[in-house]
Each structure stands twice: as C-alpha cells, then as structure tokens.
C-alpha cells in the first residue's frame, strides 16, 4: 500500500447552521487519481476547500504528508506541493496565456515586472513546455479571456501545475466542455499520473470519465460520506443508485 499523501479525518463544515460536510474521512494515497462523486450541493466543494484550507474546518483534522495541516494557510500548502482548480474557472482573462503561466509560479516577493523579465529563462521554458504538452503553445500570446470554455480549462490545469504541485485537486474539469477537449483532458492527466507521478482528486459528474481515470471513487450525499470502492462497485451500489435517482 502506498502512504497516505492527503488526508480528512471526520471533516466537518456549516454554514449559518446548515452542515455541509458532516464528518467525512477521506485519504488520497501517493500516486494515485481519486474520484470525489455526489448529487449538486452535496458537500463535494466544501469539502475540497476545507482540504486546501480555503474554509477553516469546523471539527477534524487534515494531514499532508503526514503533517497536519488543518491549520495552515492555503499558500503554505501550495507550497508544500498542493494544487487546485475550480469550477468556475480562475483564470487572468486581461493576460496572455504565457503571462498566466508565469504568474502562476510560487513567487516570493516579486513585483510583475520581475516576473515578466526575460531573466526568469527557466520559468519561461517550463510555461512554454507545460503550454506544448497542453497543445496550447500555439495561444501563447492569444489573451485568455479569447479562448474557448475547453482551452481556458486546460490553461487553468497549467496554471496549476506551473509549481510542479505532487497533488492536484480537479474541481469539474470537464463541465461544459466539448467531447473532443474532454478527451484531451483525460488523456493530459494519464500521461501526468502514469508517466510523472501525479496524485489526483477530482470531482466530476461524468461518471465515464471518472471510470476511465480513477481506481477508487468516494461518494458524498448530503454531507456526508455515503459509498467508497471501485467504480464498478460504486456503479452498482443501491444506496448511490437512489441517491442520484431516487427510488
């Protein structure tokens, strides 16, 4: 068994009252794609952004590599090698798409005019590698507000993986996407667990997508934790069957 990467030990979160995440464990094993599955306002963003810290945790524990980190900062772990993208894609639309690669590096005090000089040659050369793999270079100087629902997704990937992150959380990488860019996607995040060693989690409503990539899949139903297992497992499950359908 491979170690534990990320860890949420009975994560609990309310808002005004209303709980949210109700005592969820959840551990990512290094090397592995993770997938996060439930019906719309069933926790699963809540409960990513307590793991990346972005809300503070009202009960339990997070541990990244092994450390507990339930009080950190989401910068700290960015730079301890935890990346994310949203569902609603973040990205600098007034930038080009190589100004949004190099920002997008862990910079420790620079102003954008540092950032933006030529004497960063080793961070250029990783935007412009990341961009190709992402069959995006050919954008590099296109303004990314220009570019489509699926390119934006992809370059937002890149953004994400400009600090060579050992985990990355995929918050619905393929809503709204064309099936041609959806297929690029999956095929970039293979190549990146398989051949780089990429951990992934990801929360997605495709659940073809979600079969093709991840070895386990945990379900969440109002807050709470309500199946983990194999896809296939999880596809057969009853309770996730009524879950997503009703009776």
């Known amino acids: ?11 609990s979160k309310s808002f005004q009252g209303l709980a949210a995440v109700k005592q969820v464990n959840l551990t990512v094993f290094t090397g ?14 809540t409960l990513f952004d307590c793991l990346c810290c972005l ?22 772990l960015a730079r301890m090698g935890l990346a994310r993208t949203f569902q609603r894609i973040r990205i600098y ?16 005090g620079e102003t954008l005019l ?16 990341l961009l190709e793999f992402l069959l995006l270079s050919h954008l590099d100087r296109e303004y990314a507000g220009n570019l489509s629902g699926g390119q934006q997704r992809l370059l937002e990937i890149g953004m994400a993986l400009m600090p060579d992150p050992e985990i990355i959380l995929l918050d619905e990488a393929t809503s709204g996407i064309n099936p041609t860019l959806i297929n690029t ?35 969440l139903h109002q807050g709470e934790k309500l199946a983990e297992g194999t896809p296939d497992e999880i596809k057969t499950n009853k ?5 997503y359908f009703g009776r």
Request: hydrophobic share 35%.
């Open 1 to 11: 068994m491979k170690n534990p990467l990320l860890e949420g030990r009975q994560i």
């Open 114 to 129: 540092d950032i933006f000089k030529s004497s960063h040659r080793q961070t250029k050369i990783r935007a412009k590698e």
């Open 185 to 219: 996607i999956k095929e970039r995040i293979l190549i990146l667990n398989q051949q780089q060693g990429k951990t992934f989690l990801i929360i997605e409503h495709n659940i073809n997508f979600i079969s093709d990539l991840c070895s386990r899949v945990c379900v």
């Open 55 to 76: 809300q503070p945790v009202d009960r339990g524990k997070i541990f990244f590599k092994g450390r507990n980190v339930t009080q950190a900062r989401p910068n700290q």
């Open 239 to 243: 309770a996730v069957i009524e879950a």
């Open 93 to 108: 639309r007034q930038m080009t798409v190589l100004e949004n690669m190099l920002i997008s590096r862990q910079w420790r």
């Open 32 to 45: 592995e794609m993770m997938g996060l599955i439930g019906p719309n306002g069933s926790g699963k963003t």
